[in-house]
């Protein structure tokens, strides 16, 4: 029987440092990703009735929480509402980093596949620009700042939205509890599917397209060059006309000094 993993540090990645206001929810989505939690699943031989059970077992404990945290009526329930959200998001990205690690696949885990796990089932059209299907496979496109700021604001919205909406069922007390659970096992087990037909094939990530940038650098390179040469050659020029210009006037004193003085 496979050993549990011995503690790890949490997977951490430079957050995404915006240079515009893109929202309060989407900056949190992007600080949240940044951080991927470490696992201690082994892998399995059968990764796949493994991740079943994590997802069981991730879904039951994502529902009890949502559901303890909407018990408070009225506008106290309000106070629960991003708490709640945070505290499911965790049970979700470690239930992510379990799955992967289930499949060996831990490694591949990374911002984009952590975003794409926890909020595809929501926001699919978020990630066309992100995540490509060939075949059997998804590949990756690695994303950069302002791709990541367009994905995280249209998941903002709809994160939004759907914190108004578990604000309002604060009004109606053990009931709306019951719903906030509910869904909240919906979510987890959608997350879970994800991250299962994500790890149980395979998975590629391209690397940032460096072409621009080089072309850039060659610019300047070619640029900086002809601007050497060029201030070369006006050195040289101006070198010339001094030396052409101290002859002439040596000449003229010479000159000046071999004439007679005139009685």
């Known amino acids: 029987m496979a050993r549990k993993k011995a503690d790890s540090p949490s997977k951490e990645i430079i957050a995404v440092a915006s240079t515009r206001d893109i929202g309060g929810a989407a900056q949190a989505i992007l600080d949240f990703v940044s951080k991927i939690p470490s696992s201690k699943e082994p892998t399995s031989k059968r990764p796949a009735d493994e991740a079943r059970r994590i997802a069981n077992s991730a879904a039951s404990k994502a529902g009890l929480t949502a559901g303890s945290l909407a018990l408070p009526p009225g506008p106290l329930g309000w106070l629960t509402v ?16 379990d799955i992967a690690s289930t499949f060996g696949k831990e490694a591949t885990l990374g911002r984009e596949q952590m975003l794409y796990c926890l909020f595809r089932h929501t926001a699919a059209q978020a990630f066309r620009d992100v995540v490509i299907r060939m075949g059997d496979r998804l590949v990756f496109r690695r994303a950069g700042m302002a791709a990541l700021e367009r994905v995280a604001k249209n ?3 709809n994160v939004s939205r759907r914190a108004v909406g578990k604000g309002i069922s604060r009004w109606l007390p053990v009931v709306g509890a019951l719903g906030v659970g509910a869904y909240a096992y919906y979510d987890t087990a959608q997350v879970a599917k994800t991250a299962i037909e994500l790890f149980s094939g395979d998975i590629d990530v391209e690397a940032m397209d460096v072409t621009p940038v ?9 640029s900086a060059t002809k601007a050497a040469k060029t201030a070369s050659a006006t050195k040289k020029a101006v070198k010339k006309a001094v030396k052409k210009t101290v002859r002439k006037t040596a000449a003229v004193a010479r000159k000046a000094t071999r004439k007679k003085p005139t009685a």
């Open 155 to 157: 998941i903002g919205v």
């Open 82 to 97: 991003l708490p709640e959200l945070v505290m499911i998001w965790k049970i979700q990205a470690q239930m992510v980093s």
């Open 214 to 222: 080089a072309e850039a650098a060659a610019t300047v390179r070619k």
